[in-house]
Structure formats: C-alpha cells, structure tokens
C-alpha cells in the first residue's frame, strides 16, 4: 500500500495532480485547497491512501496527516465512499467537519454532492464520540457556531472571494462581529473590498 509520496509536480488540473517519484507518475487526488498552493515542477509531499476498486486504483493525497486520517473514519462509514469523503474535505477543513459533527449541524455535510439529510446524520452519528476534543485548542475552536461560519463563506464567496480567500477572512474577522452581516462587513473591512 502506498501511504507517502515525496516528489515533483509533473501536472495538475481540478480533481488531480500527478507526482513524479523517481520517474514514475502517481495520479493523486487532492482537495482544491491544496491544489490552488502549489505549482507545476514544484516538489511536494504527501500522505497518501491507496483505494483499491473492483475496476481500478486511486491515490487520495493530504498535506497533513490529521487530514489522512479523517478521512480514513469518514470512508469507513457505510454510504461513503472516497470521492464523497474528498468532497467532505474540500467543503471544509478537518477541524471545521469536526465542529460541525460535535455539534450536530448537517448543513455543513449536505452541501456535499451525493450527501444527503440521512447520510449527513448517519457520519454525525458514527463519528461524534470518536471524535477527539481533549486538548485546549480544539476545545476552543469546536465552541464556535459552525452554521454561521458556513454562511458567512457562501455570502463571500458570492461577493468574489475564492473559497480559500473566504476561509482565510474568516479567520481574521474580530470576535465582536457575531451575526453574519457584521462578520461579511468585517472581513469586506480587512480586505478593502466593498
């Protein structure tokens, strides 16, 4: 099973890259997020699962391994394969998914495609209590409501920002904005747009 890859992008598109290791080419699919930070003929590493089908073999990549291994649990689940489990975390990041199962919120699930009401229930069931939240940052962070976080990316993103630019506001935006019309102004604020 192949579980790492170290080596130089040879191409990439939307759903893939490929990696040349040693003058052989792996096919990796990799989240947009991560696609959009690196260049062609750059080097890379990845943390990989191999998925093994009736017809063929596909290589899912992660930057980190936090990544890998959620996605591992969510592929386990019983409705989801590893495209939906990619699409997961192409919607969100990791800590974000986890927030939303902590908290029960499927909004942040179903707007996967093939996901729907029972199978986002269905991954908040099975993955709330394995779900690790003992240390102090991730207590922190799973406080947070994810549902207006959620629509105060769709509202940016609709206003021109990439998905990526959405989060990253997001992050910036000052705990005393907390509807969704003063985090969007906030984050319109920080970045100059209006």
Do not use: C, W
């Not at 959620?70 to 990041?93: D, M, N, R, V």
């Not at 409501?145 to 959405?166: F, Q, R």
Request: charged share 30%; glycine share 8%.
């Amino acid at each position: 099973m192949i579980t790492y890859l170290k080596g130089k992008v040879k191409y990439k598109n939307k759903s893939y890259i490929v990696i040349d290791v040693h003058d052989v080419g792996y096919r990796v699919f990799v989240v947009p997020q991560f696609q959009e930070k690196i260049k062609e003929d750059e080097a890379v590493e990845l943390y990989t699962f191999q998925h093994v089908g009736e017809d063929k073999t596909e290589l899912y990549g992660f930057e980190q391994i936090d990544e890998l291994e959620f996605f591992e649990q969510l592929i386990h689940i019983s409705g989801i394969g590893p495209k939906s489990a990619l699409g997961i975390l192409t919607q969100a990041k990791v800590d974000e998914v986890k927030r939303a199962v902590i908290h029960g919120d499927s909004s942040l699930l179903t707007k996967v495609s093939g996901i729907g009401k029972k199978t986002a229930e269905r991954i908040i069931l099975e993955l709330k209590n394995k779900i690790d939240v003992s240390d102090k940052e991730s207590k922190e962070f799973l406080k947070g409501g994810i549902k207006d976080d959620v629509e105060t990316i769709d509202a940016l993103v609709s206003l021109g920002y990439s998905l990526s630019e959405a989060r990253e506001a997001l992050k910036l935006i000052p705990e005393e904005a907390t509807t969704i019309e003063q985090k969007v102004k906030a984050a319109l604020k920080l970045s100059g747009k209006k």
